[in-house]
């Protein structure tokens, strides 16, 4: 088993409240699980208005097909989502063996 774990830093310019922040967020992980039946979540800099961290983890059975998934979600949000701006990444794959039969 493999773990696909990637953090994406955005910067949200106009965005003007934490109200409108968690807004387009929830809008965003809302679409990014459709797209990509992946996890995402909000995880550092949840008090700062135009700025987000959020962690993006996907399971898989090849590690490169995990780690082609993020990036994948990567150049989506890029490409669909203009009004947001990928300011860095970084991609971790994790390998897990299984002990249990």
């Known amino acids: 088993m493999v773990i696909g774990a990637c953090t994406i830093e955005l910067e949200l310019p106009g965005v003007a409240s ?7 967020l929830k809008t965003l992980i809302a679409r990014l699980h459709r797209e990509f039946n992946i ?31 993020l ?18 990444h970084y991609i971790e794959v994790i390998h897990f063996s299984s002990s249990a039969r």
Do not use: C, F
């Open 18 to 24: 934490l109200k409108e922040k968690r807004s387009t």
């Open 39 to 69: 996890s995402a979540a909000e995880v550092d800099l949840q008090d700062e208005w135009d700025v987000t961290i959020l962690g993006i983890s996907t399971v898989s059975n090849d590690a490169a097909h995990a780690q082609k998934w």
């Open 71 to 88: 990036q994948n979600v990567i150049e989506w949000i890029e490409k669909y989502r203009p009004d947001l701006e990928v300011v860095d």
